[in-house]
């Protein structure tokens, strides 16, 4: 039961994933969650560090989306300024948006990986749809008030898994 809640890796943050250490997974396609994975869920604008990070990841070849449960106007705002495809109002966990986003791309889920500072949403989701999860501290201590009860459940299911498991925050790949 608990092997759907793990991540595959837990990683301080995601700017420092790089094409090569993606390609030596075999993977070829990065899922991203918005709210703070990249951004603060309460800043409006995207980054520096988000646009440059999709970009050298981009000429290296690797495709890259942006999933979020977000609204529209939210997460087109960021996709736009970072010239990323996206898919808003995601519902994670839920199995569709996520093969939505494979079909778009046009990848398998063995060559992915969904990035993402949420258990129930990001990983949970896509551990279900055989993606590589990684797990990513969140940028911002607080989070809005649709995720209270989620992080709730959240802590329940990080002392379970640090009890049992070998994982443990890493800050690359
Ligand atoms: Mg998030």
Redesign the pocket.
Known sequence: MLKNFSPDRMLTTPFGITADQLRKMGKTTVLT?????LLA?DQLDATDEIYNWFRVLEEAGIKVMIVSNNNEERVKRVAVATKIPYLAKAKKPLAASFQKALADLGSTPEETVMI???IM??IFGGNRQKLTTIFVR?VKDTDGFATKFNRFMERIILKQLAKKSELKWEDSL
């Open positions: 969650d918005l709210d703070n994975t869920w993402g500072d949420q949403t990001d969140p």
